[in-house]
């Protein structure tokens, strides 16, 4: 059995030729950068190889990093029950941002794509009921978006929020 601190970074690294990055900055687990083009490979590299054997998808984050870009980022967060390891993936998206979906591979990415969606408007392309899960179908915006005002948009529910945009930058309400 392989030892938790032998995690073969190097055989990840090897096997994506170029195609994923190591993150410097993380030092509690190990941490890959992927483009949304390579996402599912590396998923399902994770998954089905005798060395990593990544059988839970524990969690999906969105980040806005509004007004930089690329403005969005995935976390995603994988755990091998067998061999108790963790491993980080970090995916940069661009605006509006679009990725494929995972739910082929872990039923439980589900959930997470569909509240990465309702909060932040990431597009899970290939997801089978992509459709808000917190906000009602209605609703206009992204509420974890920078940009989104705190009080949110002026209506007869709101009367102290702010005015809606004239012109929008991105999607506003269900874009499905």
């Given at each position: 059995?392989?030892?938790?601190?032998?995690?073969?970074?190097?055989?990840?690294?090897?096997?994506?030729?170029?195609?994923?990055?190591?993150?410097?900055?993380?030092?509690?687990?190990?941490?890959?950068?992927?483009?949304p083009q390579n996402l599912v490979e590396l998923c399902l590299f994770l998954r089905d190889d005798d060395a990593f054997k990544f059988n839970f998808m524990a969690d999906i984050g969105g980040?806005?990093?509004?007004?930089?870009?690329?403005?969005?980022?995935l976390v995603y967060h994988l755990?091998?029950?067998?061999?108790?390891w963790r491993v980080r993936i970090k995916c940069p998206l661009d605006?509006?941002?679009k990725v494929p979906t995972i739910t082929h591979l872990w039923t439980t990415a589900n959930w997470h794509e569909r509240e990465a969606y309702d909060m932040f408007g990431i597009v899970f392309e290939g997801h089978p009921d992509l459709r808000r899960i917190y906000m009602w179908q209605n609703f206009e915006g992204w509420p974890m978006r920078r940009d989104f005002p705190l009080r949110g948009y002026k209506?007869?529910?709101?009367?102290?929020?702010?005015?809606?945009?004239?012109?929008?930058?991105?999607?506003?309400?269900?874009?499905l």
């Open positions: 059995m392989i030892m938790p601190s032998q995690f073969p970074l190097n055989k990840l690294i090897d096997n994506f030729n170029g195609r994923i990055s190591i993150d410097p900055n993380v030092i509690d687990m190990p941490c890959v950068i992927v483009s980040i806005d990093f509004y007004p930089d870009t690329p403005r969005y980022q755990y091998s029950i067998s061999l108790g605006d509006p941002p209506d007869k529910y709101n009367p102290f929020g702010e005015e809606r945009p004239t012109t929008t930058q991105g999607p506003v309400g269900d874009i």
